[in-house]
T-cell receptor, first 113, second 113 residues
Framework: KQEVTQIPAALSVPEGENLVLNCSFTDSAIYNLQWFRQDPGKGLTSLLLIQSSQREQTSGRLNASLDKSSGRSTLYIAASQPGDSATYLCAVGVKNTGNQFYFGTGTSLTVIP | DGGITQSPKYLFRKEGQNVTLSCEQNLNHDAMYWYRQDPGQGLRLIYYSQIVNDFQKGDIAEGYSVSREKKESFPLTVTSAQKNPTAFYLC????????????FGPGTRLTVL
């Protein structure tokens, strides 16, 4: 069974700092990997989707990379802002599971003004 | 506006009662999903449906039931057989095909009194 891990569980940085969030998965047989943001008590907002054949995707200050062979993805956030404070989750779309996604436990990010 | 709606936002249930959570989407997506989120844990899949009148169990289907009579709707019933139902429930949908991203509703918080 696919296991998805996100380290660290929590991260606190001063405003303006660049930061990297990590996601690792045990089975490289994936279709894609999706990064989400979740604010307290809210649903998930999709940030980036990387297909298994891609190495990275960019949207604004966000850049996500994927190394399928090593089972790792990173989410890079440039010039962090207090509004970036949220929990960030990654999810992998796994082959041979009928379109199922497996989620990590998330990294709680706090950007200090 | 296209999107996914979940109702109610908060739901309180007495022990022994069945309750139904609503999920509606107007994105014309074929696939719909129900997840459960507990503090400190990632999202866990309860049920998913890839087409009308068809659905499959996820990893934690015991004590839950679903129906998919319409493309737009995928209600989840939490039965009295679910021993620990207090959680945050999230509904998601995606276009058919393995390379498309998931979109989430705002969630329903269920509390057992």
């Amino acid at each position: 069974k696919q296991e998805v891990t996100q380290i660290p569980a929590a991260l606190s940085v001063p405003e303006g700092e660049n930061l990297v969030l990590n996601c690792s998965f045990t089975d490289s047989a994936i279709y894609n990997l999706q990064w989400f943001r979740q604010d307290p008590g809210k649903g998930l907002t999709s940030l980036l989707l990387i297909q298994s054949s891609q190495r990275e995707q960019t949207s604004g200050r966000l850049n996500a990379s994927l190394d399928k062979s090593s089972g790792r993805s990173t989410l890079y956030i440039a010039a962090s802002q207090p509004g970036d404070s949220a929990t960030y989750l990654c999810a992998v779309g796994v082959k041979n599971t009928g379109n199922q996604f497996y989620f990590g436990t998330g990294t709680s990010l706090t950007v200090i003004p | 506006d296209g999107g996914i709606t979940q109702s109610p936002k908060y739901l309180f249930r007495k022990e022994g009662q069945n309750v139904t959570l609503s999920c509606e989407q107007n994105l014309n997506h074929d696939a719909m999903y129900w997840y459960r989120q507990d503090p400190g844990q990632g999202l866990r899949l309860i049920y998913y449906s890839q087409i009308v009148n068809d659905f499959q169990k996820g990893d934690i289907a015991e004590g839950y039931s679903v129906s998919r009579e319409k493309k737009e709707s995928f209600p989840l019933t939490v039965t009295s057989a679910q021993k620990n139902p207090t959680a945050f429930y999230l509904c998601a949908s995606k276009r058919s095909g393995i390379y498309n991203e998931q979109f989430f509703g705002p969630g329903t918080r269920l509390t057992v009194l």
